[in-house]
């Protein structure tokens, strides 16, 4: 390679996950741009040994210390030159020493190390909305006053950022009327009451358009990834709940929408694969290949729209309304709505009894006045004992 280019540092957590893989895949085609600094993930240290071997990060964080050191050992043997750190300081640390921090921890796990980069100003590619709709407001004053750049890198959000103004022009004055939020309707979404009361983990993580972790893909079939999501435009973008708008569209080639005063609606379209926002959170406004094969209009079988239904999946309702409450409330369905993922995964509850657990947990905890950190993390710990309490019974 001719002149040394200075190589942006990337750092990854939660780099075995779905997300995590997508992302590496990106970096592999763009090593002349991107060079993989650090890699974090819980337990799957076979996983994060391969990772290493391929992309030799200077340092490798595990959350579990065992298998932080069975990954110490099998570096060692392998004569590679890779630190191994531990724990969730360690995770936090990282995530603020880098100039690309990909958030990518599934659920509230990622709070801390997301707030952290954000904090520390980095561009940080978000695909951890869970840690967004717990704090919010915390999250973009953080960035606002550190000039971090919160680049979206769920598929809707980025969209929408695609088809919005230059960031930092105001929406009012840009025309902008509406977003418009796709979604697939998740691999339920034509069964009938009865027939989701009787549905198995296994048929709720079918996703028919999208290969995810387990927790997102129960997320997307109760339509709770949706709620999640419209919490996060409403940060992401700053509105209110009243001009984002739910469609249901099966095919998740329109990834999202904005439709301006004269009667424009931009969409951004592509097929359903990851690489494409993440892609396009890394470089822009540059554009780079993902390896995404480009849209086919002609293959398609059509494109077809719907509304949501609430009675069937009420989630979408629940964060609505917690939204609208506002303070910790959201961080306290989402606290309830991990709980309850992870009781229908272990089959310890039904389909049908996660609105309820939610719902119920959304109820009881709601005595709180501030929404500071402190407050936030008390909130997301007193809504899993909760949640956890009306599953036992
Ligand atoms: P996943 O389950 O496939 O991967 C999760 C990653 O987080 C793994 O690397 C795991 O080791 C790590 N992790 C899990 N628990 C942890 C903990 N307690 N501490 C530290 N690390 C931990 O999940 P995913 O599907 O890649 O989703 C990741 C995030 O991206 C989620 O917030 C999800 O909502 C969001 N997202 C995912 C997709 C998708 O297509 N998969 C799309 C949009 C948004
Ligand atoms: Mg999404």
Request: hydrophobic share 45%; glycine share 6%.
């Amino acid at each position: 390679m001719g002149m040394a280019v200075s190589l942006l540092k990337v750092c990854v957590l939660g780099s075995t996950g779905s997300i995590g893989k997508s992302t590496l895949s990106v970096i592999d085609q763009n090593r002349d741009s991107y060079e993989v600094a650090a890699l974090t993930a819980n337990q799957n240290d076979k996983a994060m040994l391969e990772q290493c071997l391929a992309f030799k990060p200077s340092v490798a964080a595990m959350l579990d210390e065992q298998a932080a050191e069975r990954l110490r050992q099998a570096l060692k043997d392998a004569g590679s030159q890779t630190k191994v750190v531990q724990g969730t300081d360690a995770l936090v640390a990282l995530a603020a020493e880098h100039d690309i921090v990909v958030s990518a921890i599934v659920g509230a796990a990622g709070l801390m190390p997301t707030l952290a980069a954000v904090e520390a100003g980095k561009r940080v590619l978000l695909a951890n909305k869970e840690s967004l709709v717990m704090s919010g407001q915390l999250m973009m004053q953080a960035a606002q006053r550190s000039g971090a750049l919160i680049m979206p890198v769920d598929s809707e959000h980025n969209a929408i950022f695609q088809c919005m103004p230059a960031p930092g022009v105001d929406g009012q004055e840009a025309g902008i009327e509406k977003i418009i939020l796709t979604a697939s309707g998740g691999p339920l979404r034509k069964c009938s009451l009865d027939e989701l009361a009787v549905v198995t983990p296994q048929q709720a993580l079918a996703h028919p358009n999208w290969s995810m972790g387990p927790k997102i893909s129960i997320d997307s079939a109760t339509m709770m990834n949706k709620g999640l999501e419209v919490i996060e435009a409403c940060h992401l973008f700053s509105v209110g709940l009243e001009s984002i708008e739910v469609v249901v569209h099966p095919e998740s080639v329109v990834h999202s929408m904005v439709a301006y005063s004269d009667g424009s609606v931009l969409a951004q379209m592509g097929n359903p694969d990851m690489r494409t926002p993440i892609a396009h959170a890394l470089a822009w406004p540059r554009r780079i290949n993902s390896g995404v094969a480009p849209l086919k209009f002609t293959s398609l079988s059509g494109l077809h729209f719907e509304e949501p239904d609430v009675e069937r999946f009420p989630c979408l309702r629940l964060a609505y309304e917690a939204q609208e409450i506002g303070g910790v409330a959201p961080a306290v369905l989402n606290a309830a709505n991990e709980v309850a993922v992870d009781a229908f995964l272990n089959e310890s509850v039904s389909f049908l009894q996660l609105p309820n657990i939610i719902e119920n947990t959304l109820n009881e905890v709601k005595n709180y006045h501030a929404s500071d950190l402190p407050t936030i993390i008390e909130a997301d710990k007193v809504a899993r004992e909760v949640a956890q309490k009306l599953i036992a019974n």
